[in-house]
């Protein structure tokens, strides 16, 4: 049901915020492609450094340490708790290799998945998966009726921007959607940066607006495009919202 968009272009969305958001100001994309490599090899820890804009010259570069491994992984029982009750269409924002794709269709919900990797989308349809090579700000079918959006393993730092993030969420929501959303274990937490991504042998990104927020700090924002937190809760040290209409 999605191949009709898989050559589609940008048209129905604001394009100065489409292009904002282009690769290669990407998460892990450009340099030497860290990200990408690590999709295809055991060596799989990443390094994110965020350097915030304004910051004293003499506060520490921020360096959070990420196993791609997970992402690669098929989903564990974690994952598989965020689409309890959830209805499809589901829309996986940031998909990478496709596990809550996969997860989706074993329960029974049909899904797409979409990501600006290349590397994550070859992987993801040579494991059958429905995923499509593009921007949550680009084109995407079925605007303003995706019964569940998802938007986890820390994507809700795409584009560096959440205000605008959350925004373009709610347009593509159904009605009575729903939006779930990994977030940071401090509730308060709410940072905006410019990140770059790196792994063990010195391999690079381009820089990449990227942010993370906490649920306190995203209920805050997401109350400005008419959403409202209905749930929240931590399993196995990560901590989720579930967010829908006001």
């Not at 929501?173 to 010195?202: F, I, K, M, N, W």
Request: with cysteine; hydrophobic share 45%; net charge negative.
């Amino acid at each position: 049901m999605w191949e009709q968009w898989a050559s589609g272009t940008v048209e129905n969305v604001d394009r100065a915020t489409a292009e904002r958001f282009r690769r290669p100001s990407t998460f892990g994309a450009g340099g030497s492609e860290p990200y990408a490599q690590a999709l295809q090899s055991d060596d799989n820890v990443l390094y994110l450094h965020g350097n915030r804009a304004g910051a004293d010259p003499g506060t520490p570069m921020r360096v959070s340490t990420m196993h791609a491994g997970r992402w690669s992984a098929g989903a564990d029982p974690i994952d598989h708790s965020l689409l309890d009750g959830a209805a499809g269409p589901v829309l996986d924002i940031g998909c990478g290799p496709g596990r809550m794709i996969q997860a989706a269709l074993d329960a029974g919900l049909s899904a797409l998945g979409i990501d600006v990797s290349p590397t994550a989308v070859r992987i993801a349809l040579a494991a059958g998966l429905a995923v499509l090579q593009r921007s949550v700000f680009d084109d995407i079918p079925l605007e303003g009726t995706w019964a569940t959006l998802l938007l986890v393993d820390g994507n809700i730092g795409i584009g560096g921007d959440p205000d605008v993030l959350l925004d373009r969420c709610a347009a593509l929501l159904a009605v009575d959607g729903v939006l779930v959303v990994e977030v940071h274990r401090d509730p308060e937490h709410d940072l905006a940066y410019e990140g770059t991504l790196h792994d063990a042998a010195g391999h690079t990104s381009d820089a990449f607006p990227w942010a993370e927020i906490g649920v306190s700090a995203l209920c805050r924002r997401a109350a400005k495009v008419g959403l409202v937190q209905v749930a929240e809760w931590t399993r196995g040290g990560r901590s989720f919202a579930r967010l829908a209409r006001s």
